[in-house]
């Protein structure tokens, strides 16, 4: 047991030169067992000690204050929260070294706001409940409308990339230990909180699926509630937030932008309604904190690794970010030119992007991004046989999927603004658009609400990209970016058609138009999480 006795006297009571005087003492442990000598004082400045006072009476009051301590201490161990004592703030460091025991924690009463249960489960609860208020078909915020957009934007769109990015922040874990950076916690302790976490979530996941039975957007599985592969995503986001948090903030602002993406690919893969999606990410976190929070009240501090030192601080303000991008965007390409019987509307683009700032003003990194872009098909002239069967036609949009690596600049202009450029260069994908026939309701039996006339395909190719931007430097851990940008691509177009007529759909002989150009210019706003 410690003890903290402070006596408070007045000393040198000589004629108008009154001094006070504050000493601490500590009780250690090896004091008390023995009853020898091992008193450790604690002097604050102040005027020399009058010696005029008598030991005995010193000694008295030193006694008087520890056994009210002790009084109190016995008091608040039965009723109440305990007494914790911590190191006078004047202590040398050579005495703070020699009562490093002592347990520092605020006996204040917290607010509800404050407790670690309200802070673990907040995110998760707006989370669900945003899922469950967009669990409906009409009214204000619905399933229904995002499902809409996603029709009309991004009709053709399909990857299995998702399969892979819900795992890969809890792979980042992994690897950093690899790498020789080790996490808050041992990789034993790590992960036995992940699993913990996720015995948690998957059956909870598991059980919602079975008895909901909601259907998918796209009719393939009556188990769409919630989104087990968002669940995974931010259950891995949260594990990495935990074991690596306290190093830097870019490390859980990237293991939730990679979740983040790994729900919109849900949704744009039309596997999945937003309200699965926000659902499933509320369970997933909210599991994966439940187990860490089991298993840290019962490891008793075993499996932590030391803390790093502090950081110095922003230093030389070289910026490391994560842009999370959206704009507006318009054709200049092959498909911008009204004279093609299906010609590019404005459409949209939306991104995200990470550097890395090795020196004071460039850095490296990449970006991820999508383009969508609806197709007019007004100059389209139908077949005598498809207009027969035909009430009407439509146009699914096409777009680009691109990832790209970048150097980046970022000149200053003052404490508030910055000067932004790079150039990127990658993989460029395109995403199928189709003619679609509306079905009159007389052939409708034999072909559906919908038949495709014609279906277009990009081809993977070579695209690139220029942007320059100004960034406006408002809050403390981000930014606003206002940019400009151009990115261009060409891809090989694989085109399938079908001759329609009220016999039936017969396929076409396949073509391949060459060296379409696809690209675009947009302008847009980007909101960047900083990390120095």
Known sequence: MLLVAYDQCWRGMAKGEPSR????????????????PGIIRHKQRGPPMDQS???????LRQLGAALIL????????????????????????????????????????????????????????????????????????????????????????????????RFLPALAVYGLNIGGVPGRHTV???????????????????????????????????????????????????FLEEEYGYRNRLYPVAGYTVASI?????????????????????????????????????????GENPLPPPRSGPGDRRLHFVDIKGGMAELTGDLGSRENGIFGEDGSQFGVEGTYFPWMHVGFGGEWSLSSFPLNAENVVLPPGASQVSDGVFVTPMGTQSMYLEPYVDIPLGRTFSLTGKLTAGWSSGADAAVMLE???????????????????????FGWAT??????????????????????????IEVAAFDVSPTGSTPLPPRTIPGVDLSYASVGLALSILAW
């Open 21 to 36: 005087e504050r000493v601490g003492y500590t009780l250690t442990p090896m004091a008390l067992a023995h009853r020898r």
């Open 467 to 492: 942007r320059l931007g100004i960034r406006a430097h408002i809050f403390p851990h981000s930014s606003l970016l206002l940019f400009g940008e151009y990115n261009s691509s060409i891809h090989d």
């Open 439 to 461: 079905i009159a309701p007389a052939f409708q039996d034999q072909f559906g609400s919908e038949t495709p006339l014609t279906v277009f395909t990009p081809q993977s190719g």
């Open 188 to 238: 034993g302790r790590a992960t036995l909180s992940f699993a913990v976490g996720s015995a948690v979530y998957l059956p909870v996941v598991f059980l919602l699926k079975q008895t909901t039975n909601v259907l998918g957007p796209d009719g393939s599985s009556a188990t769409s509630f919630p989104s087990g592969h968002t669940a995974a995503a931010f259950s891995s986001a949260v």
């Open 70 to 165: 002790l009084g109190l201490g016995a008091a608040s161990s039965l009723k109440g929260p305990r007494l914790h004592l911590s190191a006078p703030a004047s202590a040398a460091p050579h005495e703070r070294t020699l009562i490093s025991g002592w347990v520092r924690q605020d006996t204040t009463k917290r607010s509800w706001t404050d407790s670690d249960a309200f802070r673990m489960s907040i995110a998760p609860a707006i989370l669900i409940g945003a899922g469950l208020l967009t669990f409906r078909d009409k009214a204000f915020l619905n399933r229904q409308d995002v499902r809409d957009f996603r029709q009309e934007h991004f009709a053709g769109f399909n990857t299995n990339f998702d399969d892979l990015t």
């Open 262 to 302: 790994t729900g919109m690919l849900r949704i744009l893969n039309d596997r999945h309604w937003i309200s699965d999606v926000l659902v499933g990410a509320g369970i997933g976190m909210l599991g994966t904190r439940l187990g860490y929070a089991i298993v840290n009240h019962f490891a008793n501090g075993r």
């Open 53 to 59: 006072m008598g030991a005995g009476s010193v000694r």
